[in-house]
């Protein structure tokens, strides 16, 4: 079964940058889209960066032109830098596979989470 698994996060100073991993093992068939979430607290997760299997990549204005989304197929990784970091950066951040059955509908994969605290 696929698995997920994030690294990189830390404490760091506001303006600062960090660099976050999802490693993901096991076999998929086929993934419509993977991103970066997070959940602030008191807030619901939100979405921070997806891309699709064809290639476009989003961003919610809270990180545009700060975060960027990238992958390295060959290392089955994804990474999310996170530039000019602020304190409303702080968050547990999760990583997300959307997988596609075979029948045409898909489901969730999940990392753990890892924590991103930004200091002022």
């Known amino acids: 079964q696929v698995q997920l698994a994030e690294s990189g996060g830390g404490l760091v100073q506001a303006g600062g940058s960090l660099r976050l991993s999802c490693v993901a093992s096991?076999?998929?068939?086929?993934?419509?889209?993977m991103g970066w979430y997070r959940q602030r607290p008191g807030k619901l997760r939100e979405l921070v960066a997806l891309i699709t299997s064809g290639g476009s990549i989003d961003y919610p204005d809270s990180v545009k032109g700060r975060f960027t989304i990238s992958r390295d197929n060959a290392k089955n990784t994804m990474y999310l830098q996170m530039n000019s970091l602020k304190p409303e950066d702080t968050a547990v951040y999760y990583c997300n596979y959307n997988v596609a059955r075979s029948s045409g509908s898909y489901y969730y994969i999940w990392g753990q989470g890892t924590q991103v605290t930004v200091s002022s």
């Open positions: 096991g076999s998929i068939s086929s993934i419509n889209a």
